[in-house]
């Protein structure tokens, strides 16, 4: 079964930094695009940074300089380096594949998967 476990939330201080890790498992033939998006309450989910195989970035405005996203494709594996964070940050942060393509029962298919989510809080 294909799954996405990410790690590295937690409590950090205002102006602190996280390392959010998010590692796709399975039988995984590609994946187009990986990405993390993330929630607060009462809020809509929304993106914060994909990144696609060949290495193509693209950050939501409110992250961009601050927000590292990347990838390591032999090992399914995005990070996103979250540094001089905010107490705005504070959000369930869940880990995206996109056209993610594995075989199962005979059968292929190509769907997006997301990760349970981990929390991430910024306060002092």
């Known amino acids: 079964q294909v799954q996405l476990v990410e790690s590295g939330g937690g409590l950090v201080q205002p102006g602190g930094s996280l390392r959010l890790s998010c590692e796709a498992s399975g039988t995984i033939l590609s994946i187009n695009a990986m990405g993390w998006y993330r929630q607060a309450p009462g809020k809509q989910r929304e993106l914060v940074a994909t990144?696609?195989?060949?290495?193509?970035?693209n950050y939501a405005d409110s992250v961009r300089g601050r927000f590292t996203i990347s990838r390591d494709n032999a090992k399914n594996t995005v990070y996103l380096q979250a540094n001089s964070l905010k107490p705005e940050d504070t959000a369930v942060y869940y880990c995206n594949a996109d056209r993610l393509s594995t075989y199962s029962r005979g059968y292929y298919y190509t769907k997006d998967y997301w990760g349970q989510g981990i929390q991430v809080t910024v306060s002092s």
């Open positions: 990144i696609t195989t060949g290495g193509s970035t």
